[in-house]
């Protein structure tokens, strides 16, 4: 199983980046895919999460109306749309796969996690 997070990079304040997340190895629609990320100094955090179908999704509170996670089943890939970006927002973001009942924000509650992408916002 493989999972390749892609598309960070450095962004001033007020930019957008859009990540991806491609899998491989697993039954992609079989998974609850989910976005953590860890700041230096940080414990990893719970950005957003969504539902194997793409219907339910569920955010942190301070990336809501921000954020936009979603899906592509055909693709097996998973993607955050990241606006109106902040300073804060800077840190390593991480694609997740999971396969419990129903997605949580939980990092244990994934099996998989991909390597990570930089994500860089500047003042």
């Known amino acids: 199983v493989q999972l390749q997070a892609y598309g960070g990079g450095l962004v001033q304040a007020g930019g957008s980046l859009r990540l991806s997340c491609a899998t491989s190895?697993?039954?992609?629609?079989?998974?609850?895919m989910g976005w953590f990320r860890q700041a230096p100094e940080k414990e990893r955090e719970f950005v957003a999460t969504?539902?194997?179908?793409?219907?339910?999704?569920s955010y942190a509170d301070f990336v809501k109306d921000r954020f936009t996670v979603s899906r592509d089943n055909a693709k097996n890939t998973v993607y955050l749309q990241m606006n109106s970006l902040k300073p804060e927002d800077t840190a390593v973001y991480y694609c997740?796969?999971?396969?419990?009942?129903?997605?949580?924000?939980?990092?244990?509650?994934?099996?998989?996690w991909g390597q990570g992408t930089q994500v860089t916002v500047s003042s």
């Open positions: 997740a796969a999971g396969s419990r009942n129903w997605f949580t924000k939980k990092p244990g509650s994934y099996d998989y």
């Open positions: 190895g697993l039954t992609f629609s079989n998974y609850y």
């Open positions: 969504i539902w194997r179908t793409g219907l339910s999704t």
